[in-house]
């Protein structure tokens, strides 16, 4: 259990920070970006979330939950595991992308199929789902790009590929199962 008594320690003052295993790196370094945009992702999600109801704000819930594991697995640069360690490190599971994928294949079964692009609006509901996919794909690329400096949990990669997919198909829910998708209509305002 994690027990936060103080909020501020001052060891950030220096313009570093602590990674789970309690490396210090700069707090501009490219794994404390990722999980940072992580982070973001899943206050984005919170301001979504305002606006779901039952099911959807269920599966919401648990890509909240996902995403604190997410940003866990990439606090942690160590791989291996350190048999010393206090705690183990949570890492991403194919479980937990194979989830996404099942409940996107479940949710696009009733979506006709698009016949063109569509612009991120809507619903309210939609509108913050379509933002929550643009921060979780730049979570992805901040990622991926990690995974070419360092080593990366290649299931936490995965999840964030999925995610995106995931939130563009629940914006569509959110949007009367797609019938009040907003389309794009190419040169429309030429």
């Known amino acids: 259990m994690v027990v936060l008594n103080k909020i501020y320690t001052k060891t950030g003052d220096d313009g570093e920070t602590a990674l789970g295993n309690g490396a210090r790196v700069a707090k501009h370094s490219m794994r404390v ?4 945009t992580v982070d973001e992702a899943n206050a984005t999600l919170g301001l979504a979330r305002l606006h779901a109801e ?6 919401l819930a648990m890509i909240q939950n996902d995403l604190f594991d997410l940003g866990a697995d ?14 183990p490190p949570l890492r991403m599971t194919e479980g937990q992308v194979k989830r996404l994928e099942s409940e996107i294949d479940e949710m696009n079964a009733g979506l ?20 929550c996919r643009t921060v ?11 995974a070419t400096m360092e080593a990366v ?8 590929n999925r995610l995106s997919d995931w939130f563009f198909v629940a914006a569509r829910i959110a949007n009367d199962n797609g ?12």
Request: hydrophobic share 40%.
């Open 179 to 190: 019938k009040a998708d907003v389309l794009w209509i190419p040169g429309a305002n030429r």
């Open 33 to 36: 970006t990722a999980y940072g």
């Open 153 to 160: 949990n290649p299931s936490a990669v995965k999840y964030l």
């Open 112 to 131: 006709e199929p698009l016949r063109s692009f569509i612009l991120p609006g809507g619903s309210a509901l939609a509108a913050y789902l379509h933002l």
């Open 136 to 146: 979780s794909r730049r979570a992805e690329r901040e990622t991926v790009e990690l």
């Open 74 to 87: 990439l606090c942690r640069p160590d791989m291996e595991l350190d048999a010393e360690a206090e705690y």
């Open 54 to 59: 039952g099911t959807l704000d269920e599966r």
